[in-house]
């Protein structure tokens, strides 16, 4: 391949022209938030907006029953506090995520434990979440990251064969589709945010789909994420039995959430089209490895990570993302900095300040080398953002600048 002298060297740079951006609201969202304040209440059971837009999300994704809630985060922790998950329990999730997904596994004083996952699609392991399965295991927690689905078939049938429920993180999901299926609907509970970065955005905000389509679990999740208030039949009873958070949606977050709904299938059908045409354009370059999706996959792509065979280039990591930044393609090395559980809550084991509990009821340990592929991955990716905002010439571009580097660097 011919090399070009790189930007960072003092060559011409490949992108020249801004990327495309756009607004991601509008007059649709502000008809509807006027609607809301002329309601003359904000609360979510006395209004009809938060109600319109769990009919419309339930509408998309064919499913009888969803909760709103403040944040992804919560609705993660609704979903493990209603699955009945609790003191002492294990749960097994990703090492690649974002925080949000362990933090209700330890409100609810239960032990995250991490699988490994697969090098290429990122996603976990089937294999690994089995060999992780102990007696105190009661869920898995799967994250579908930046858009791409898991491998659920195996996953379902490992939880299945164990008893353990399945609790879905979509957070960077929206639409995502496995064998056909879309994902949030596969396990027993789907969540979602809208958090402002997310594929649409309310501000901050949550869904957890109810799978089973069973009403009275809807109940329970419901009431988890509303103080253990329950207002059905016409009538509020304040149950005190257990513990549920406050964790509930707005008017105004489900009056934006209407309008952004309809915006959803456009948004993910663009970062689709994006995302494939980015790996069909860097795949077989010298020292790069694009993602995969698996088979009957169909990923809306939050981000795009594509990894390094650094034995085949004379580069670091880090020198290939300033020379790609160079290029005028912004991109970070790797996701987060390091594997979950490398984090300083991890490693001093303290959920809480002052405190070692739960982790003192446990001897799961968080050594360096306990998912050596998840650790690989966040040391060898580069990642760049997709918006459904770019233009065809922005990938276009974007692929020739990773050629141009990886030819730069490749031996
Ligand atoms: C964003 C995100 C969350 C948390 O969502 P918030 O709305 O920010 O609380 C959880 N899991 C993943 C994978 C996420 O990307």
Known sequence: MNKRRLALHGGPKVKTSPFGTGKRFGVEEEKELMEALEQNTLFYHHGKKVK???????????????????????????????????????????????????????????????????????????????????SRTKAILVVHLAGNPCDMDPIMEIARKHHLKVIEDCAQSYLSRYKGRLVGTIGDYGCFSTNDFKHISTGDGGIVTVNSGDEEEYRVVHAFADKNYQRFAGQVQRDLSYLAPNYRMTELQGAVGVAQLRKLPWICERRHQYGERLSKGIRGLPGVQAPRVYEGGWSSYWFYMFRLDLSALSCSREEFSRALAAEGIPNQPGYIPEVIYLQPLFQKRQAYLNSHFPFDLSDVAYPRGLCPTAEQILQTSIRVGISEFFSEQDIEEMIEAVGKVASWYAH
């Open 52 to 134: 319109q837009f769990l009919r419309d999300f339930n509408k998309l994704y064919g499913v009888k029953y969803s909760v709103a809630t403040s944040s992804g985060t919560a609705a993660i922790h609704v979903a493990l506090g209603a699955a009945g998950v609790s003191v002492g329990d294990e749960v097994i999730t990703s090492p690649i995520t974002d925080q949000g997904t362990i933090i209700g596994i330890l409100y609810q004083n239960a032990i995250p434990v991490f699988a490994d996952v697969d090098p290429h699609t990122y996603n976990m392991d089937p294999q690994s979440i089995e060999s992780r399965i102990t």
